[in-house]
T-cell receptor, first 110, second 115 residues
Framework: RKEVEQDPGPFNVPEGATVAFNCTYSNSASQSFFWYRQDCRKEPKLLMSVYSSGNEDGRFTAQLNRASQYISLLIRDSKLSDSATYLCVAGGTSYDKVIFGPGTSLSVIP | EAEVAQSPRYKITEKSQAVAFWCDPISGHATLYWYRQILGQGPELLVQFQDESVVDDSQLPKDRFSAERLKGVDSTLKIQPAELGDSAMYLC?????????????FGPGTRLTVL
């Protein structure tokens, strides 16, 4: 089993739709979680950290479920500019290592 | 806004040749990472430096890959000899202090094609 797993998609949604991505991680000791965004042929950029209490940044909401070992990202009112690959990141086996998931591809269509 | 610099942006080489990539992290960042990203996959850590010391190179194919960060600032990743399977994007990232909770800032990457 891979340490961080994501549904690769692609998710094709119309503008204005709400879309949710899930990610599962295998290391129950993981303490740090993030969502990164990667545009086509560009570098990953931090979208948001994921806190135990959940967090929201505008149209984006991230949640953590430690019992089931998954994190989620909810995007409301999708924009064309949200089209990208979303990478889930979880702390790895050593305190200072993180593992990137394979990414979920999102296409928002007019 | 400070950025991570990488060069070259693109490299085409023939198998069995040597290639080298350079990375200059954000000024003051103690931790530097080299990742390899194959199309359709997430970045895979190759090596992590804390200042000039290697703290994790468990996934670095040491028979052909080497990395150094001599003065704890910029870094070089070398592949010798290159193989067809090395074709990928090589990403450099840096973070202020390291640790799993620290945000990583990525450079634009070097896209390597091995023919």
């Amino acid at each position: 089993r891979k340490e961080v797993e994501q549904d690769p998609g692609p998710f094709n949604v119309p503008e204005g739709a709400t879309v949710a991505f899930n990610c599962t991680y295998s290391n129950s000791a993981s303490q740090s979680f993030f969502w990164y965004r990667q545009d086509c042929r560009k570098e990953p950029k931090l979208l948001m950290s994921v806190y135990s209490s959940g967090n929201e940044d505008g149209r984006f909401t991230a949640q953590l479920n430690r019992a089931s070992q998954y994190i989620s990202l909810l995007i409301r009112d999708s924009k064309l500019s949200d089209s990208a690959t979303y990478l889930c990141v979880a702390g790895g086996t050593s305190y200072d290592k993180v593992i990137f998931g394979p990414g979920t591809s999102l296409s928002v269509i007019p | 806004e400070a950025e991570v610099a990488q060069s070259p942006r693109y490299k085409i080489t023939e198998k069995s040749q040597a290639v080298a990539f350079w990375c200059d992290p954000i000024s003051g960042h103690a931790t530097l990472y080299w990742y390899r990203q194959i199309l359709g996959q997430g970045p895979e850590l190759l090596v992590q430096f804390q200042d000039e010391s290697v703290v994790d190179d468990s996934q670095l194919p040491k028979d052909r890959f080497s990395a150094e960060r001599l003065k704890g600032v910029d870094s070089t990743l070398k592949i010798q000899p290159a193989e067809l399977g090395d074709s990928a994007m090589y990403l450099c990232a840096s973070s202020l202090v390291g640790g799993a909770a620290d945000t990583q800032y990525f450079g634009p990457g070097t896209r390597l094609t091995v023919l």
